[in-house]
Each structure stands twice: as C-alpha cells, then as structure tokens.
C-alpha cells in the first residue's frame, strides 16, 4: 500500500542514487551536455520545490531550494545563445564561452541538489522530529514572557547591534562601498553583528507568541516598527541588503504560528497568512532588486530609469556575482591546479568559534576572518560570494558535496519538523536559521553556524532574565489565549 511516509522513502532513495551516479559519472569525466544540465538542474528543482512535504507549507526547504537556484538562473541564457556571457570581468569573460567549464559548473550543482532533496526526503519519510512535536502538545505551564520594560529595552539592543553594522553613509551621500563609508563594526571585528541583530528580532517576536492576546499585539507592533526603521533607514538608504533575511524569518514565524480553537484542535490560518503577505513581498522583492543597482548611482544623482535598474539588478547582483566562485573552482578543476583541503576548512571553522569582537580585543587572528575569509578564493574572477556547494568540493571532491548537502537537507528538513511545533526554543532556531538562510547559502557555513550560536546564547540570556524576573507576565498556552482573545472580543 502507498503511503506518504514509503512515497518519500522511495524518492529520498531515487535522490540519493541519482547524486551518486552523478557524482560518479564527474569523477569519470563524463558530463551532461549544457543545455540538457541546465533543463535537467531546474526541471530537478521543481520537482522537488513541488514534491516536499515535510510539514503543511514546508517553507524553510522550499526557500533552500529558491537559494540555491537562484545563483544558477544566469544559465538560463545558454538555452538560447551559444555566444552567452552573463558577466563582463575580463577574467570572467575569458572563462565563459567554454562550455565545457560551464557544464563542469552544471554538473556539481545537479550532484549537489540531488543530494540536498535526498536529505529533505529522507527526513520526510522519518519519524525524526515527531517526539518533539507530540511532547509540544504538553506545554508545561505557568510559563513566562517578557515584561514591558524587558522587552523595549531587547528591541533598542536589537537596533543598536544592526547600527554598528551600518554603512556610515547614506547611498545619497557616498557611493555604496565606497573606501571609508563602513561601519563600526570593522573597527570592533564585529562583522556578525548584523545577525546578532536579527536573531534578537525573532527571539522578541517568538516571546510575542507566547503572550497574552493584548501584550502579544503590542509586541508585534513594536517588532514591526523596529524592523521597519531599520529596513529603511539603517538599510535600504545605506545600500545594504543583508535584512531579507530576517524578513523571511519573520514571515515564515508568522505564517507557521499555530493557532488553537477551544478544544486544542488546530486551526490552520497558514494559507490565508501567506495570501496576506503575497503582495508586500512582491513590492519588497522589487525594491530591493532595484536598490541593488541603484546604490551605486544615487551620490551622483544620475539615476536610471526603474526598467533598467530592475534587469541590472537581475543580471548583475549578488546571486548573480555568486555563481562566479563555481565558476573559477570549475575552472582551477579544468586546469589541474585545484589543491583538495581534506577537511582543512572545517577544521579551521572550529577554530574560528570565538566571537570576532572578543579576538579582536585579545590580539589574535582567527583561521577565518570576515576580511580576509578563505572562502573568497578567486581574486580577479569573483569579488565574493561563496555558494553553498563550494567548500565541500574544496575539501573533498564530487562526492564531498553529495555527501555533505545530504547531511544539510536532513537538518533543514529536521529544523521545519521541528519549528512549527509550539516549543519557544525550536520557533527561535527556525527563525534563526531562515534569518541566516540567504547568507549561508550564499556565503558560506560559518553564517549558520553563527546563527546557531547566536541563537543559543540569547536563549539562555532569555530563559535566565525570566528566571531571574519571576513576576513578569505568565505565559499560557495558545489554546488558552484564542479562546480568551474569543471571549473578549464576544463581549
């Protein structure tokens, strides 16, 4: 009999197997042809953006995937021009119009993502995360939030921390980038102060679900306009980006809250939320786009029209300046002149754990620095950007990036198992992890596994101030607030 549970065993199997072949075939020097990689790498996407169904929305797998994808989109111009180029860097250019580099390029990515969708699958077709769930069931009670004074005081923090990361110029005044216009955070070696940031917004926003239905609304208003100030103001109008992650963190928190009826029973709103969102998210996707080309232009007040700054932003932007790191590893691979690191770096991330502003203060040098990361290998072909498919080829060759993407999909299938349940620290690590989720992707490991101790360490400085407070409000179940927010609103 066909269930879900053995349909998903059956396709992490068929992912896996394919990865593998995959990874074998590179290792024999076998590669698809281009424009059969390219239709195979995005038609292997959709049916894996389409197929997962770790929880209701699956939305932290089906962002990976977006991630992931988004770098390789550039690609698509092969498929009608074989004279294509999507980057104008002589060193780039000289790279591009070799296709068999480009489907050298294609073939890691399609081992790779398979070997992503083996994970997610695998994790769908456990029972991996179903304890977690069934004990959330059992919130123990009373338990407590943040008061008034607590959580104005975490939201002021959460916006001084992405201010020391601030360009110290608008785009109005100096033209983004520009020698001079950082932020204090290069002079503390504080370059993770951005996420420091953002995680701090989503613990504020997850203790706002565990309040009371009146505190609960405040909180969320004082979360929005916080966020809002410093999408504007220390963001948008200083040429940085970095905060769509912490967006999507906020939507993905707040589309996947669970709600309950009187009875326990849950009432899904999830499909009505993400109507809601649609239309601010497409506004915001093309303002961002748009500031992407035109940081660069307004300090001169020379500015081009909406049309052409939306196809600069599309071809010429960060996901686009990503690909360039495959590209120059397909390249060093071509030539013979790859050096394997057997581990090296991963060594190196552990090395690099402590927090930069406390080596910078005690004089040393960490293995991997925001300023001179290892990860950035291409000087001349990439001026930065590191997909996620990179460091496991580094280390380890094809069949490192089968292996290790595999381990990545089943923890990120395991963290949306887990983070539409009602546990505080589980929602807390679903948002960090999204609010990380574009960096890490896009610029390497240590941007999750920044997040992952950021996030501890604001749990526990959380879980210790309520401790320590003891008066402040109790927290109750989310069955017992709909049906107060139902009874007060009968009245």
């Known amino acids: 009999m066909d269930t879900p549970r053995s349909s998903a065993s059956i396709a992490a199997v068929g992912f896996g197997l394919l990865a593998v072949w995959c990874a074998a075939l590179f290792a024999l020097g076998v590669y698809p042809p281009l424009q059969i990689a390219i239709l195979g790498l995005f038609g292997l996407a959709g049916w894996g953006f389409w197929s997962v169904r770790l929880t209701q929305l699956s939305l932290l797998p089906r962002l990976m995937i977006v991630l992931y994808m988004m770098p390789f989109s550039v690609t698509l111009g092969y498929l009608g021009s074989s004279d294509y180029t999507w980057w104008w860097t002589p060193a780039a250019l000289a790279l591009l119009s070799d296709h068999v580099l480009i489907e050298q390029m294609m073939a890691i990515g399609i081992t790779g993502l398979a070997a992503l969708l083996a994970g997610l699958k695998a994790i769908e077709a456990s029972r991996v995360g179903e304890r977690d769930l069934a004990d959330a069931a059992a919130v123990e009670s009373p338990r407590r939030t943040l008061d008034v004074i607590a959580f104005v005081a975490a939201l002021a923090l959460a916006t001084a921390l992405s201010w020391v990361y601030a360009p110290r110029t608008s785009i109005f005044e100096e033209m983004y980038a520009a020698e001079g216009t950082e932020g204090i955070y290069q002079d503390l070696n504080f370059y993770g102060a951005f996420l420091a940031s953002y995680i701090l917004f989503v613990l504020l926003f997850v203790d706002a679900e565990y309040s009371h239905p009146a505190a609960r609304r405040w909180k969320r208003l004082g979360v929005l306009g916080t966020t809002l100030f410093t999408l504007v103001f220390l963001q948008l109008l200083r040429g940085d980006r970095e905060i769509v992650g912490l967006l999507a963190a906020l939507a993905i928190l707040y589309v996947t809250e669970p709600m309950r009826d009187r009875a326990g029973r849950v009432a899904s709103k999830a499909w009505r939320r ?43 932007s960060t996901w686009t300046a990503v690909l360039l790191t495959n590209l120059a590893m397909a ?47 291409f000087i001349g072909i990439s001026s930065g950007g590191n997909h996620v498919i990179n460091v496991p ?32 620290w589980y929602r807390l690590v679903y948002g960090a992890i999204t609010a990380s989720s574009f960096m890490w992707f896009w610029y390497a490991d240590m941007n999750v596994i920044r997040a992952l101790m950021g996030a501890g360490a604001l749990w526990l400085g959380y879980r210790g101030w309520l401790a320590f407070a003891g008066g402040v409000v109790k927290d109750v179940r989310w069955a017992d607030t709909v049906a107060l927010s139902e009874s007060g609103s009968s009245r």
């Open 274 to 316: 993400m109507l809601g969102l649609a239309l601010p998210i497409l506004v915001l996707v093309v303002v961002l786009i748009a500031v992407g080309a035109a940081r660069f232009e307004l300090s001169g007040g020379d500015v081009s029209a909406l049309g052409e700054l939306l196809a600069a932003g599309f071809t010429h």
């Open 331 to 377: 390249a060093q691979l071509q030539d013979g002149r790859i050096e394997y690191l057997y581990g090296e770096t991963y060594v190196q991330y552990l090395l690099s754990l402590a927090p930069g502003i406390a080596t910078h203060y005690l004089g040393f040098e960490r293995p991997i620095e925001a300023k001179n990361n290892p990860g950035y290998w």
């Open 393 to 424: 080829f580094k280390n380890f060759g094809i069949f490192g990036v089968a292996g290790i993407l595999c381990i990545y999909g089943m923890a990120i299938g395991y963290w949306e198992k887990t983070g539409v349940g009602e546990r505080r």
